[in-house]
């Protein structure tokens, strides 16, 4: 395998992350035939209409997913992104996962693109950040308004926070080395985020490690293909301290 050979600590380093680095943890992805649930496809239910619909039936296949997640732990790929902020690198994870599996494997600068599962957003009176304490069959109500909680995650047709996509602009802005692993690169904004981030700085080294190739494969510096609990952590390992 080549390497282009860093001084890691020198650069700031930004990493996309994808359905891709959870599924090693047992996540199933949309994408998969193994997202479905009950025989419905994630596209039919993580959307604003599904949950006007049927709150409670949405409410079912959340609970579902935050129990795999909860049983879940995280994998190598994971680890290694921790482990490269542990060696003192200056490293911020964009993660399109709504899972925590990032943060339990010890990364601290982390900023979910599509919202975290674990917390809710209350669609009365808008309160967020709710963390949801009891995982039971039933629907959570806000502790303010008595109003229905929702997961705080980005649905389809729903736009990204527009705070955590200039956050995240702000960092591809200042990025030295870009690593985009286990993602597709077809969702937008996020299959925008290389481009952009090669438009502001020519000079950036991107690295891509999933298991295919993917529409931001032409722009990157190397496009590494595998499983990324595999690739990631047999790319970094040659690094001092691993
Ligand atoms: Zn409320």
């Known amino acids: 395998m080549s ?4 001084n890691l600590q020198e650069l700031k380093i930004t990493v996309i992350t994808g359905a891709g680095i959870s599924q090693p943890s047992g996540i199933p992805t949309f994408r998969g035939s193994n997202g479905l649930w009950r025989n419905y496809n994630p596209q039919e239910l993580a959307t604003p209409s599904a949950f006007d619909k049927n709150p409670f039936l949405v409410w079912e296949w959340y609970y579902w997913r935050i129990n795999l997640i909860q049983k879940a732990q995280p994998n190598p790929a994971h ?7 542990s060696q003192g690198c200056n490293i911020v994870i964009l993660t399109q996962n709504v899972d925590d599996l990032h943060e339990r494997a010890g990364s601290r600068c982390v900023i979910h693109l599509h919202g975290e599962i674990m917390k809710t957003r209350c669609v009365e009176c808008g309160e967020k950040n709710i963390v949801l304490l009891n995982i039971v069959n039933s629907l ?3 502790p303010l308004c008595d109003g229905l909680l929702r997961p705080a995650v980005v649905w389809f047709g729903e736009s990204l926070d527009s705070t955590t996509i200039n956050t995240s602009f702000e960092r591809l802005a200042n990025t030295d080395l870009l690593i985009v692993a286990g993602t597709s690169s077809l969702v937008y904004p996020v299959a925008d985020f290389p481009f952009h981030a090669k438009r502001l700085n020519p000079n950036i080294v991107i690295l891509e490690f999933n298991m295919n ?25 040659h690094y001092e301290g691993f």
Not at 3 to 6: D, E, L, Q, Y
Not at 79 to 85: C, M, R, S
């Open 140 to 142: 959570p109500k806000c």
């Open 3 to 6: 390497s282009i050979k860093f």
């Open 79 to 85: 680890t290694i992104l921790a482990q490269l902020e």
């Open 213 to 237: 190739k993917t529409p931001i494969s032409p722009l990157t510096n190397n496009t590494i293909l595998g499983p990324v609990e595999e690739t990631l952590v047999n790319y970094f390992k």
